[in-house]
C-alpha cells in the first residue's frame, strides 16, 4: 500500500542555492597548494591585537615607558596586517561564487570591517603620545579591539567549520 505523504514531503523544500552547481564550489581559491592565505595571515592581528592589549595592562601594573612605546608598534602592525588579511577574506569573497553567495560571508565581513576600524582608531589614537594615550582610552580601545578580534575570528572559524565555506566539499574519495 502507499505510504500517504506529509504536507512538507509534498511541498518539496528546496534551498535554492544548493540547486545551483556553481554555487556549491566554496573552496579557497585565493590559497597557496590548497591552503588558504587569509587563513594564515589572520594570525598576525589576532596576535598582535591580545599583545597591544598586554602591553597597556603592563603599564597600568608597572608604569614603566617601554610597554607605550611597545603598544603603539604591535597596534600599528596590527592594523597594517589585518588590512593584508581583510585584502586576502575581500579577494576570497569575489572570486569564489559559492563563498559570494552566502550571507555568512557578509556577515564576517561586517565584522570584520568594524574590527579593522577599531584597530586603527587604536594605532592613530596613540601616534601624537603613545604613553599619553594609554590611561585610560588607550587600554578601553584595546579591550575593545580584544572583544572584536574574539568575535570576527571565532565566525571566521564557524564559515569553515559550520557552513564549509572556503573547504573542499568533494573529498575525492
Ligand atoms: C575584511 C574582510 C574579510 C573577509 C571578506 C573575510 C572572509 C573570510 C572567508 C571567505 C573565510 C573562509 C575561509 C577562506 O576562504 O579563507 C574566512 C575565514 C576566517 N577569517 Fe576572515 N575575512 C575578513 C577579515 C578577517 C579578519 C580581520 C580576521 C581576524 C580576526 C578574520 C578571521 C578569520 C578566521 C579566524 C577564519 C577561519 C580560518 C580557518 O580556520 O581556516 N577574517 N574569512
Redesign the pocket.
Known amino acids: 500500500m502507499r505510504q500517504k505523504r506529509t504536507w512538507r514531503q509534498r511541498r518539496r523544500l528546496s534551498d535554492p542555492i544548493e540547486e545551483h552547481a556553481a554555487f556549491n564550489d566554496t573552496e579557497?581559491k585565493f590559497a597557496i597548494a590548497g591552503h588558504?592565505l587569509?587563513?594564515m595571515l589572520?594570525t598576525y592581528?589576532?596576535a598582535l591585537a591580545f599583545l597591544t592589549f598586554g602591553a597597556d595592562a603592563m603599564f597600568w601594573w608597572t608604569g614603566d615607558e617601554f610597554w607605550p612605546r611597545a603598544a603603539v608598534w604591535t597596534a600599528g602592525i596590527g592594523f597594517i596586517m589585518?588590512v593584508v588579511?581583510?585584502i586576502s577574506?575581500?579577494v576570497?569573497?569575489l572570486i569564489v561564487p559559492g563563498?559570494r553567495i552566502r550571507a555568512p560571508?557578509w556577515t564576517?565581513?561586517i565584522l570584520?570591517?568594524t574590527?579593522?576600524s577599531v584597530l586603527g582608531v587604536n594605532w592613530g589614537y596613540r601616534l601624537p603620545d603613545p604613553q599619553e594615550a594609554v590611561l585610560p582610552v588607550g587600554i578601553l580601545i584595546s579591550a575593545l579591539g580584544l572583544l572584536m578580534?574574539t568575535i570576527?575570528?571565532w565566525h571566521?572559524?564557524k564559515?569553515?567549520f559550520d557552513y564549509q565555506?572556503?573547504t573542499q566539499r568533494d573529498h575525492g574519495t
Open positions: 579557497s588558504p587569509h587563513a589572520i592581528p589576532v589585518g588579511a581583510g577574506g575581500t576570497e569573497l563563498i560571508s564576517h565581513f570584520a570591517c574590527l579593522l578580534t570576527t575570528g571566521g572559524g564559515l569553515v565555506i572556503g
